[in-house]
């Protein structure tokens, strides 16, 4: 049985329906809850797709470590660009998956590979913890020997295709649109998952008699998720500007190929890919989806994009002055007390106009 009250901040934050109706029946066990009333939940759940919506009911145990995994990805998406001009908020639709910019920029790239591959690792780790019925551990490298290396593949292995093919059944499912930005999402979401792919990790144990490594057991172990988090910022600076190839007959956008090439170069499927130019991000913008950088602290010496001149871009800053106050120089009195001082410091804080 899972208990509600430790999810219950996810919860809150990507669900708030979801959070009213279970505070309305307080402590019950979520699963008895969801068993209850998945129908009920999954059509509360703003922002759903018609297809997303059918996972939801026929697996509602999944959809509470998806949030967990959108979450996660939206959570180092503000870690990633907390000194940016854009520190990752959006004005505009909140979805499961967070806010949704309108721009096809490489920040939506970004947003949507992050968050493609925090769904797929949350649901790979769930399946691991034994978490989420339909999964385990990776059933194809239990008991199997690597010849050629001499090792077996023991323990729990985790089964990150089944997590990675939920999160193309499930992310992938909100793409109901046939247009140039679906397929720009679509291949990000690739990027984000084939990111947490490429970073599995092989853990080794040796057994033998005081430390020889007679018989060895190995077994795949997910990556910490910060590690996805700096690879695709990485992607993200390396972005490549794609245009639509309108081929069929329909004329509807059919494949993706690089901007200004003639031929018909694609872009790699590790790449970031997007299909128009960043808004500058400095006003609040609602058509762009942007909020601006007004109120945002600003370091006033550094050379940086955290330093007022960028990030305030020119608007000048406000300085707030404040004194800290903190206890200092104790000393031990013999026997049997402590006399401290009182320190104190000015210290200023700086915020864009
Ligand atoms: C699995 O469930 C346990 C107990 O409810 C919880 O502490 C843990 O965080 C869960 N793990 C994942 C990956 O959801
Ligand atoms: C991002 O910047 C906006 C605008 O200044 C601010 O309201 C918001 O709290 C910031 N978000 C984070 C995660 O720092
Ligand atoms: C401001 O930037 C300077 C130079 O990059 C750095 O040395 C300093 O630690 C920063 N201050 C704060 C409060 O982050």
């Avoid at 972005?239 to 059919?254: D, G």
């Amino acid at each position: 049985m899972i208990l509600f009250s430790s999810r219950s901040v996810v919860l809150s934050v990507y669900y708030p329906q979801i959070f009213l109706i279970l505070t309305s029946g307080s402590y019950l066990a979520l699963s008895s809850v969801v068993a209850l009333g998945a129908n009920i939940i999954c059509n509360k759940i703003p922002g759903l797709a018609p297809r997303q919506r059918a996972i939801c009911q026929s697996r509602p145990d999944a959809i509470i470590v998806i949030g967990e995994g959108a979450q996660m990805g939206i959570n180092e998406c503000q870690y990633q660009f907390r000194y940016g001009r854009w520190n990752c908020s959006a004005l505009g639709e909140r979805t499961v998956f967070g806010q949704e910019l309108r721009v096809g920029s490489r920040e939506a790239a970004f947003t949507y590979a992050i968050t493609a591959a925090g769904v797929a690792h949350a649901v790979t780790s769930a399946c691991s913890q034994g978490n989420l019925s339909n999964c385990g551990c990776d059933r194809e490298k239990q008991g199997y020997y690597n010849q050629e290396e001499g090792w077996k593949w023991g323990g729990c292995s985790a089964d990150v295709k089944y997590g990675i093919e939920f999160s193309r059944r499930f992310v992938d499912a909100r793409e109901i649109r046939k247009n140039a930005r679906r397929l720009m999402n679509l291949h990000n979401n690739e990027a984000g998952r084939k990111a947490l792919e490429d970073r599995m990790k092989l853990e080794c144990k040796c057994h033998g008699v005081s430390g020889s490594c007679t018989t060895k057991t190995c077994w795949t172990t997910l990556p910490k998720f910060r590690e996805i988090g700096y690879i695709l910022k990485e992607k993200y600076n390396d972005a490549v500007h794609v245009e639509v190839v309108r081929a069929n007959r329909l004329r509807q956008p059919t494949f993706l190929k690089v901007k200004k090439t003639r031929s018909y170069q694609k872009p790699m499927e590790t790449d970031l890919v997007y299909i128009e130019r960043s808004p500058n991000y400095c006003e609040e913008d609602s058509s762009t989806g942007s909020v601006g950088t007004q109120g945002r602290l600003c370091n006033r010496t550094s050379p940086h994009a955290d330093g007022c001149d960028l990030l305030c871009c020119g608007r000048g800053y406000n300085t707030h002055q404040y004194t800290k106050v903190w206890q200092c120089n104790c000393k031990f009195h013999w026997c049997c007390f402590v006399k401290c001082n009182t320190c104190s410091e000015r210290t200023e804080v700086f915020t864009c106009k």
